[in-house]
């Protein structure tokens, strides 16, 4: 693996979460994804991963209320995430491929097509660990931890400080679930730790300068420029196994 090569993709991933507020994730296992396994792409994630969601969560404010709100999820989440895993792990590095590109491909068009909707509050309850628990699923499969958790989180009404909160409290148990599976399964390294840290300095410089575009042109005609890239990737992804 290239030191440029993970350079340029965590600092395209920070400078779309800086613009966004999220996709570091989404774009690094898009980027790598398409030219690694995705289980080294998922281990290169972790540590940057972690650190800008755990900032992301920790920057808003008092988080004691949110995860006793969310903890039902969380849990799920963590649940799928190791059972997901075994999908990585097992050596169906084509399979696993495609089912990224789906992934990828689905979010993409949920996010460019869908109308916003509302999650009822007396739904809560019940939604919420299986929306965790599928989001975990595809998490530990795929690496990749949008989908279903950004939708569902999105449509529950939250404050704009909240919703920035609650994703990356999220974001944050989705990366340290992925981890721990991981170094589970024994993939992930000590080697894979320090080619992951090293990709920490690339992302946070990406994020700085996402925030100075975001200042500079449109956020949302960044995300939609930015949406059908990862629809195109993912689209090719997807379709690759059966080529």
């Given at each position: 693996m290239s030191i440029l090569l993970i350079t340029l993709t965590f600092l395209l991933a920070g400078m779309v979460k800086g613009v966004t507020g999220m996709g570091l994730p989404t774009?690094?296992?898009?980027?790598?994804?398409?030219?690694?396994?995705?289980?080294?792409?998922?281990?290169?994630?972790?540590?940057?991963?972690?650190?800008?969601?755990?900032?992301?969560?920790?920057?808003?404010?008092?988080?004691?209320?949110?995860?006793?709100r969310f903890a039902p999820m969380m849990l799920a989440i963590l649940a799928g995430t190791f059972a997901g895993s075994f999908f990585m792990v097992g050596g169906a590095v084509?399979?696993?491929?495609?089912?990224?590109?789906?992934v990828l491909a689905a979010?993409?068009?949920?996010?460019?097509?869908a109308r916003p909707r509302r999650v009822p509050a007396r739904h809560e309850r019940w939604l919420s660990p299986l929306i965790g628990l599928v989001t975990g699923v595809l998490s530990?499969?795929?690496?990749?931890?949008v989908v279903p958790a950004v939708p569902y989180i999105q449509a529950l009404g939250l404050e704009k400080d909240e919703?920035?909160?609650?994703?990356?409290?999220?974001?944050?148990?989705s990366t340290v679930a992925l981890a721990?599976?991981?170094?589970?399964?024994?993939?992930f390294q000590a080697d894979?730790?320090?080619?992951?840290?090293?990709?920490?300095?690339?992302?946070?410089?990406?994020?700085?300068?996402?925030?100075?575009?975001r200042q500079r042109i449109s956020p949302a005609a960044f995300r939609r420029g930015f949406l059908v890239c990862l629809l195109l990737l993912g689209l090719e992804m997807a379709l690759r196994p059966l080529l």
């Open positions: 774009v690094a296992m898009g980027v790598l994804g398409a030219l690694i396994s995705p289980l080294a792409a998922a281990s290169l994630l972790i540590v940057p991963s972690f650190v800008t969601n755990l900032w992301q969560l920790i920057a808003g404010g008092p988080v004691r209320g949110l995860i006793g084509r399979q696993v491929t495609g089912a990224l590109g789906v979010y993409a068009l949920y996010a460019l097509l530990g499969a795929t690496g990749v931890f919703l920035v909160q609650a994703l990356g409290l999220s974001f944050t148990v721990a599976s991981l170094a589970w399964h024994g993939a894979n730790l320090l080619w992951s840290s090293a990709a920490v300095l690339p992302a946070l410089a990406g994020m700085a300068l996402g925030q100075i575009v």
